[in-house]
């Protein structure tokens, strides 16, 4: 093959317009923002071969159509809609692998990113300085002037300890600014994780130190128009990443989340019991019923809230997830005495037995609702 013509080759990228530089920008709900972004991108890249993939999780206020328009008169402006899924992370990771160009940035769509950095940004990666470029609010010259200070104080916080826990060398792991080689996000995808927020110390955390990184500072802005999608849930998400890093991903926020909410429910078991004995006046094993049914039932509703929020089951499928739960935990039920009675028959010890039995009913029934509850879809 002739040299000039090998695919990838940077003449080939510019005569045939090919993008040198894919900018990310997950959206939800953010119409009256893109085409802003858009003309900024236009007015600030120059020179540069650029193309901007939005990721929209098919936002209710139609951003995605916006985006289409756009796309229809610039072929530099590609849309990826996504539908039945939500998440800040996963969007980046989509965007990032649906583009080819060499190097990738993730911006927010509310100009809260200072655009101006990225051509500085570019030439840090192209120049073989750096193969990850961070926007950072906590570098000399950076700053988040516009965060609350109950948000500041976090976000300072949960910094510190992504730190120390993960052992992360940069000034600013939240950020959502970056830019990054793509041959380099490639390796590391597979092991990202598509929930939450923290797209960039999961990045920095995965690559244990591997990644040549600088940091830019910028200012991070207030938000152009809408509002921020943040909620008290991502200390949650937080927790869940330093969690599952720092045990090589063998215990997840999810399976903790959901062992804690059995907790609860022996508490509720109990509570009911009491409640139809001691009140009721009910036969014991009528109570004992009853105390396991309430109990699974409030497991269900804790476990659709917190441990799979980002799955939640709506409308009529919580009824026919509610009865796959009574299912699979009444098996669960079976295996754990099961197991219990076999530990106890080699090992009549009551505590040992009785807590590998639960141990056993609370990973077959984390491990069965994943696959037949809260199933992906
Ligand atoms: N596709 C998709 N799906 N996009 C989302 C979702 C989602 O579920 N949630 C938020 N976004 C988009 C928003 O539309 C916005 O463009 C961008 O992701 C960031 O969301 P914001 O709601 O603007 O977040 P923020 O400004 O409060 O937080 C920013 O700063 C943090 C630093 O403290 C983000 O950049 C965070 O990633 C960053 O950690
Ligand atoms: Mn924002």
Redesign the pocket.
């Known amino acids: 093959m002739n040299e000039a013509i090998r695919p990838g080759s940077e003449n080939v990228r510019q005569t045939m317009g090919l993008p040198t530089l894919s900018i990310v920008?997950?959206?939800?709900?953010?119409r009256d923002n893109v085409a802003k972004l858009y003309r900024k991108l236009e007015a600030v890249l120059g020179e540069v071969a650029w193309e901007v993939v939005f990721?929209?999780?098919n936002s209710p206020d139609g951003t995605w159509s916006i985006v289409r328009d756009l796309a229809r008169q610039d072929g530099r402006v590609r849309c990826v809609r996504?539908v039945g899924r939500?998440?800040?992370s996963g969007?980046c990771i989509e965007g990032i692998l649906a583009s080819s160009a060499p190097y990738a940035a993730v911006m927010?769509?509310?100009l809260?990113h200072d655009e101006a950095q990225l051509p500085k940004m570019l030439s840090l990666l192209t120049s073989g300085q750096a193969e990850l470029v961070v926007g950072s609010r906590y570098v000399e010259g950076g700053s988040a002037d516009s965060f609350d200070s109950k948000r500041a104080g976090f976000?300072v916080f949960a910094t510190s300890i992504a730190k120390r826990v993960l052992g992360v060398g940069i000034a600013d792991p939240?950020?959502?600014?970056f830019m990054i080689r793509r041959d380099r996000f490639e390796e590391l995808a597979p092991k990202l994780s598509t929930q939450g927020?923290?797209i960039l110390l999961d990045v920095v955390a995965t690559a244990h130190g591997e990644l040549k990184t600088v940091e830019v500072p910028f200012t991070f802005g207030s938000?152009l128009h809408g509002e921020?999608?943040?909620d008290s849930m991502v200390a949650l998400d937080f927790l869940g990443l330093v969690l599952a890093k720092f045990t090589n991903d063998v215990v997840s926020l999810r399976f903790l989340l959901f062992a804690m909410v059995g907790g609860t429910g022996l508490v509720v078991h109990l509570g009911t019991l009491f409640i139809a004995l001691e009140v009721l006046g009910w036969p014991f094993p009528e109570a004992q019923a009853a105390g396991a049914f309430v109990a699974m039932t409030s497991n269900f509703i804790l476990n659709n809230f917190l441990t799979y929020r980002d799955q939640r089951l709506k409308g009529f499928a919580i009824l026919g997830g509610l009865l796959a739960f009574y299912l699979v935990c009444s098996v669960g039920l079976f295996a754990n005495v099961g197991v219990a009675f076999s530990v106890y028959d080699q090992e009549p010890i009551w505590w040992l037995a009785g807590a590998a039995g639960a141990l056993m009913g609370v990973v077959w029934n984390y491990a069965m609702s994943g696959l037949f509850v809260w199933r992906k879809r």
């Open positions: 920008v997950p959206t939800f709900n953010e990721v929209d999780d996504r939500r998440g800040l969007a927010d769509a509310d809260q976000s939240m950020s959502g600014f927020f923290k938000r921020s999608k943040l």
